[in-house]
């Protein structure tokens, strides 16, 4: 039985050191334009503010949360949140995200920590 127990627990250690959920809402999509490509997201920029000195269109305003699996491993990041953003805006094409703001660290029911991030997703009219 001990035995048991010790293998389950060093299983559930084993696992991912996070997990993580997202939402787009109101993501724009026309029948006349088309099919825009994924971008990279290691080239979407990443801000809390608004881009004044470029044209824009809205794709969609995104909604990520990032989750820690156990007790033992770190609290989710910014830059974690970031990287599921820019995850996120590149499927839809996106290269930027806009207005980005982080919630607080917590515990849930489902989780030892978590991390939320919201921004809207943009691509630049050139």
Not at 65 to 84: G, I, Q, R, S, Y
Request: hydrophobic share 40%; aromatic share 6%.
């Amino acid at each position: 039985m001990k035995k048991t127990l010790v293998v389950a627990l060093l299983i559930s250690l084993t696992g991912c050191a996070t997990w993580s959920t997202s939402t787009v809402d109101g993501a724009t999509t026309h029948p006349h334009q088309a099919v825009v490509p994924q971008t990279n997201a290691s080239e979407i920029l990443i801000t809390e503010s608004d881009i004044e000195n470029r044209k824009y269109e809205r794709l969609g305003d995104l909604t990520v949360t990032v989750n820690k699996t156990t007790v033992f491993h770190a609290d989710p990041t910014k830059e974690m949140v970031n990287d599921k953003l820019k995850a996120e805006a590149a499927k839809l094409g996106a290269n930027a995200v806009i207005h980005v703001t982080y919630g607080n660290t917590g515990v849930s029911f489902f989780s030892w920590g978590s991390l939320e991030g919201k921004g809207r997703a943009i691509r630049f009219i050139e």
